[in-house]
């Protein structure tokens, strides 16, 4: 019997190392504000903290989940493992309700949304779920 390795395309590496940077400081700058570290929290003025540390448990917990499952699933998509695409998934899924909730909140300090940015995360967390989701179904995540 032989089994067949499907190698990893170049881009895989690529992209794996630029999501998993870029999802290191989303994970960064939620444990930063989570734990109210204050060498990061200080570049925030007291309302735009008292703003982030007002938010619904909820929000944390899924605002945790969003940035935590898109971290994690960088480092499974440079191992290769077919798990993340199941962390895409949750990382998105949790992105978009965490993004407009924010996106719909009036009260917001000047200084803590912007719909662009947000926007622009929302879109990565999707191209890297189908991007997961592509390699899986080619059998290069396994």
């Known amino acids: 019997m032989t089994v067949l390795k499907t190698k990893a395309p170049w881009h895989l590496w690529v992209l794996g190392v630029l999501a ?24 925030f003025t007291a309302e735009q903290q008292d703003f982030f540390y007002s938010f619904p448990m909820w929000q944390y917990i899924v605002w945790g989940l969003a940035t935590w499952g898109a971290f994690i699933g960088s480092v499974l998509l440079l191992t290769r493992s077919k798990l993340a695409l199941w962390a895409f998934t949750v990382s998105v899924i949790c992105t978009i309700m965490s993004m407009l909730y924010s996106l719909t909140l009036t009260d917001a300090p000047e200084g803590t949304s912007n719909a662009v940015f947000t926007v622009a995360i929302i879109l990565i967390a999707i ?15 396994r």
Do not use: E
């Not at 989303?26 to 734990?35: H, I, L, N, R």
């Not at 189908?130 to 080619?138: K, P």
């Open 20 to 43: 998993l940077l870029w999802n290191a400081v989303g994970a960064f700058d939620f444990a930063a504000t989570v734990t109210h570290w204050q060498p990061y929290m200080k570049n």
């Open 127 to 141: 191209l890297l779920f189908v991007y997961s989701l592509w390699l899986t179904r080619r059998g290069i995540l």
